[in-house]
């Protein structure tokens, strides 16, 4: 078979479909994701038994626990994905909202209405729940979707992905909205990145080797960030019970996250007190510090942080810890080895507070909390498609609104341009 | 001279000067905007002679008078670019405008704040006015610019930009905020478009050559159109009097220019009536029309369309006329053979007009009315720094809010995740 040839199929009956289900109402959106919901459980068996063949293979493999562990499906997994469907189907719909209208002296009314993408590609790693789950974000905002996951995660993947296709089917909406590559070949990722004409926009989803990789083949734009250096920088006047409280929270919660803390930047004038207190609950909690010179002088049994740590995004128990002798030098800091994802300042100062918001650029910027809120749902987007640090398009995390884009609609009575 | 290294000189420069800029407020950029109209004119001899030199050269080079001509810089030209710097200065600022802001249930008060994109390279051909222009709005909107405008020109922009920045320098804000690319080789432009850790966003303004080479090579993200083949479809139920009016207008009153009708599209019901009174207009103002076979049993003395001419972009007194069955036919004409520019309906029928521009996903979508008036400053958004054909970040006329992204910010009082 010839994979070019199929890939190119597929994407146009993507574009195909994405015009279709562009003008389909809202209300047979959410009837298709609340049967596909029940589908997926009624049909459980059949994706678990799929699934073992996966799982099978990734032991043959000799992969690790932790990758099988997270290629598995169990009733439990089928049920989350399934509630997950039904959280989609119950959040607004994007598509058609007109955001605003002016009119014009000539008395032109020209507005601005929301319009799926067309055809979006997911390129993912091996959690088999996001099939479902960007399926279900596509399909709600109006766009098609090509999925492209892990090729220890194929049998999977397809199985959910026919499922889906019937519930489309038996919905009169377009069966090809919700399509899964069939190849493990990275060829067919190759194929389907210089297909600029049919996929409009393509979401990497996993580690940075896989994200730059797909962006220096892409031909399509790429919404993605490589990485999340997060600070959280601890101002002169920050209430030290909260600063060591949100810190702790921000590295030690869920180390393994992009919007996970990576990097602790302290006020010299508060450093002798703050250090120690926080030093105590982290190093409680596993977690490894290194620090600066002057983090050295007050914490004496820690390693030595060097010019390779400030940019690194350690994902897991490690926490880099530098001593700063102003707001200027933090902002400095963040701006040469941030990654414009996410910041938080803890202070009092109102001044200091306002400043940090305004000045710092990165994706989202917090006052006084967790960088751990980064995060769709926590934002109160209803739903998180992925976060991006590139600023086009998008900025931070991405819900339902940012899978669509606008145009201008325009009303006139016969106007001609003079 | 190492161009290689010139050119990523620039952009760290352009960098550095972008994040500065960023935090400037709008009485300095206004003030510095007003002052350079000033400067600009009061310098005009300067200009206007460097300007001589490019002239000269594009004389013994052979070149066209047409393009001569908009390489020419006169008082008159020095008048405008002035005239637009300060209507430039009486737009709002679109930076730090939060648009819109809400609490969470656990007190979080989450806002989208607009920033600068950042860094913006603009690549253009001959006229030097996109010098002046092109640095306005990105001043204005909080970006530094990297200018490379045509070899031909390349004396004048220099000269603008050398007063540009000195009136930069003279009002405190970064003078590297606005420079213009001191090489004529091809080499820079390919340099410039690797430089995607300093550079946001490329605009190349140009023929469909030029934007073509711009986005096969860049690593940046582009915002373009190749061209705008646009359509009026005159329904069965128009006002042919509305018809005749609009089609003229939008064919005639400025052929060459991508907002420019190049396919009509006619309900089979009213073309007896309708082509022969619009033909009769069109070709009075020497209009050569193409038609298919229906088009040409109804006006006989016409040339054919073929397959070539309905993805034409003629920016000429060319026009392609096609009949058709249905609102259905003309829709899918306009999605197999549109470039996502500017679709017009002339109708009266309510349903239609709705369906219309609900269906059609181009970039504008008008209703009785001409297709010239997709742009900027018609639209109403105060100045046009290009128009999308890409659906991501911005799609239509692009003004200065286009020239932002928008950050999340979030008012904590200690929260953390759980």
């Known amino acids: 078979m010839d994979i070019h040839a199929v890939i190119r199929k597929i994407a146009e009956e993507a574009l195909a479909a994405s015009r279709r289900l562009a003008r389909m109402p809202e209300t047979a959106k959410n009837a298709a994701l609340l049967r596909m919901a029940d589908e997926l459980t009624w049909r459980s068996e059949f994706i678990i038994a799929e699934n073992k063949r996966d799982v099978t293979l990734a032991k043959d493999k000799g992969l690790s626990a932790a990758m099988i562990d997270r290629l598995m499906i169990t009733e439990a997994t089928i049920k989350s994905m399934a509630q997950g469907l039904r959280e989609v189907a119950a959040l607004p719909d994007p598509v058609g909202k007109v955001t605003s209208m002016w009119r014009r002296p000539n008395g032109l009314m020209v507005g601005r209405m929301r319009i799926p993408l067309g055809v979006i590609g997911i390129i993912y790693e091996s959690r088999p729940n996001v099939t479902v789950d960007a399926s279900a974000l596509c399909l709600k905002s109006g766009n098609a979707v090509i999925l492209r996951g892990g090729s220890e995660a194929i049998h999977s993947n397809l199985a959910i992905a026919s499922i889906l296709q019937d519930v489309l089917e038996q919905s009169s909406l ?71 409280r949100i810190t702790h929270n921000a590295k030690v919660q869920r180390p393994g996250v992009c919007n996970a803390l990576e990097t602790l930047l302290v006020h010299k004038d508060i450093a002798d007190e703050f250090l120690p207190r926080a030093a105590a609950g982290l190093q409680k909690s596993g977690v490894f510090l290194k620090g600066c010179e002057k983090t050295r002088k007050i914490l004496k049994n820690i390693e030595e942080a060097t010019e390779e740590d400030w940019p690194m995004e350690y994902l897991e128990l490690i926490l880099s810890v530098r001593v700063v002798d102003s707001m200027d030098d933090a902002i400095a800091h963040i701006e040469k080895y941030g990654s414009l994802h996410t910041e938080s300042i803890i202070t009092r100062d109102y001044a200091n507070a306002q400043r940090f918001l305004n000045e710092v650029n990165s994706s989202t910027v917090l006052v006084n909390a967790s960088t751990r809120f980064s995060d769709g749902f926590e934002l109160g987007l209803g739903a998180e498609i992925g976060i991006s640090t590139t600023k086009l398009h998008a900025f931070g995390p991405m819900g339902l609104e940012e899978l669509t884009t606008s145009k201008f609609i325009i009303y006139g009575d016969g106007q001609i341009r003079t």
């Open 174 to 244: 377009p069966a090809k909205s919700i399509q899964v590559i069939p190849f493990t070949e990275r060829e067919a990722v190759s194929t389907m990145l210089q297909l600029d004409e049919q996929i409009d926009l393509i979401i990497p989803r996993g580690g940075e080797e896989l994200i730059r990789a797909v962006v220096a083949q892409s031909k399509i734009p790429v919404i993605k960030h490589y990485k999340g250096v997060c600070h959280i920088f601890v101002d002169a006047s920050a209430d030290l019970d909260m600063a060591v």
